[in-house]
């Protein structure tokens, strides 16, 4: 993992870079000529997909937190990382504190510091474009992020928030598309003040509405009698080893399996293994499509500018993954693409293109525009061969060698980051 001193990682409406991985180093050959269907939405109010879009059944997004592209895939080949010369980066941040301009290096520890990351602190790191800000940002400790959080909507008279827009949870019911979105319990994995580094812990489960699990709070998810639907991740194990999986699903760890800072790299990374294993040994494997992604930049180093669309963004880039027995193997994917294009893929898929519109669904939305139709916005479908025989699975080893250090003991790994190899 590639640092800079003291910094962190990137925002929750991230501009996407995606580094995209087949699961198999067996060659898939095609077995029949692609076709292609016309789905609405898009710029244009209508584009062509390919048809083997819908040989995926399940959609799976699994979220962890606050890394940067380049702090993860900065020396990924073929990945637009570090800006290198002669083996050397050529891309350094100033050092407010002693003048210097540091280089990004690689970090082994298995635990480190992140940076402050709230809307404020975006901006900060960005700089006007130089992206040298965020050691500044770190060191300054992010006190002017503002507020905790913004809730937009109406307020219950217990005090906790009622979204009254839609979510793309309604769309799929409206179209009986099956979903379930699937919480790891312990603590939440950020503070709800984004430019806090640290904050007292607070409890999440599947049961408690919070930052991690805000469906609760839709008052869609409670008209259609879908709160059941938000369920335990011990769920989706037994869904994935039964071949019940629902066509769409959302994983979303606790603190301790994140990756957050300070939770242990390599707790978040033994858990998204196991849930991917899960996967992979399910019934539903021939027919999934797996996107891992991670929420925010977290205050570490990202060397690109964020691309602006609107007032909203987007942010600093963020690793992102595609797994699949259609991924395109060894591909890495150069279009710009945010959090937006998981909702086009799904509605693409499942919903005949239809967008999160008030203009066709008829529900209010905050945004500013309907996010899934910028054109600066690419495709996911790019990063899949669906005319390839569907690619065997390959199981990872859940603890591997890595070069890792200071990992806390196995007595101290959380649960969910404790399933066995194989």
Same mark, same amino acid.
């Given at each position: ?10 925002c929750a409406v991230a501009a996407l870079a995606l580094a995209v991985v087949a699961t198999s180093s067996a060659n898939g050959s095609a077995t029949s000529p692609a076709h292609v ?89 960005? =700089? ?100 059941? =639907? ?109 959090f937006d294009a998981y909702d086009k893929f799904i509605e693409d898929d499942f919903l005949n293109g239809q967008r999160l519109n008030p203009a066709s669904d008829g529900r209010p ?7 899934? =139709? ?7 479908? =790019? ?40």
């Open positions: 993992m590639t640092t800079l001193k003291r910094t962190a990682v990137i269907e016309r789905v609405s939405g898009g710029p244009t109010g209508g584009y062509v997909v390919p048809a083997g879009i819908h040989k995926i059944k399940h959609v799976i997004v699994i979220q962890q937190e606050n890394r940067s592209f380049d702090s993860y895939f900065g020396t990924f080949p073929g990945a637009a990382g570090i800006p290198m010369q002669n083996g050397r980066p050529s891309a350094c941040v100033n050092d407010p504190a002693t003048g210097a301009c540091v280089a990004p290096f690689v970090d082994h520890a298995d635990v480190n510091g992140g940076g402050p990351h709230s809307q404020v602190n975006a901006t900060a790191d960005v =700089n006007g474009g130089s992206m040298d800000g965020f050691i500044g940002q770190a060191e300054s400790g992010g006190a002017s992020g503002g507020p905790a959080v913004t809730k937009r909507g109406r307020t219950s008279t217990s005090g906790q928030p009622i979204y009254a827009w839609t979510d793309l949870t309604y769309l799929l019911h409206r179209s009986h598309v099956s979903w379930g979105y699937y919480v790891v319990s312990g603590n939440e994995p950020d503070c709800q003040n984004p430019a806090a580094e640290t904050c007292a812990p607070i409890r999440q489960s599947s049961n408690t509405p919070g930052i991690w699990n805000p469906l609760p709070w839709f008052d869609t998810v409670k008209a259609d009698h879908q709160l059941g =639907n938000i369920q335990s991740v011990k769920k989706f194990y037994a869904a994935a080893k039964a071949g019940t999986l629902p066509a769409v699903s959302w994983v979303v760890p606790s603190g301790a399996v994140s990756e957050h800072p300070p939770a242990p790299v390599s707790y978040g990374q033994s858990y998204v293994t196991s849930v991917i294993n899960a996967v992979m040994k399910s019934p539903d494997w021939s027919s999934t499509a797996i996107f891992l992604a991670w929420d925010d930049w977290g205050g570490f180093y990202d060397h690109v500018v964020p691309p602006t669309v609107d007032q909203n963004g987007y942010g600093l880039r963020i690793p992102g993954i595609v797994i699949s027995p259609y991924a395109r193997q060894g591909y890495v994917d150069h279009q710009t693409l945010s939305d905050p945004r500013p525009d309907v996010r899934e =139709n910028k054109k600066v916005l690419g495709n996911l479908t =790019n990063d899949f061969n669906f005319t390839q025989r569907p690619r065997a699975p390959v199981v990872l080893p859940v603890h591997p060698q890595t070069t890792l250090t200071g990992t806390p003991s196995a007595s101290q790994l959380a649960p969910a980051a404790t399933a066995s190899d194989g």
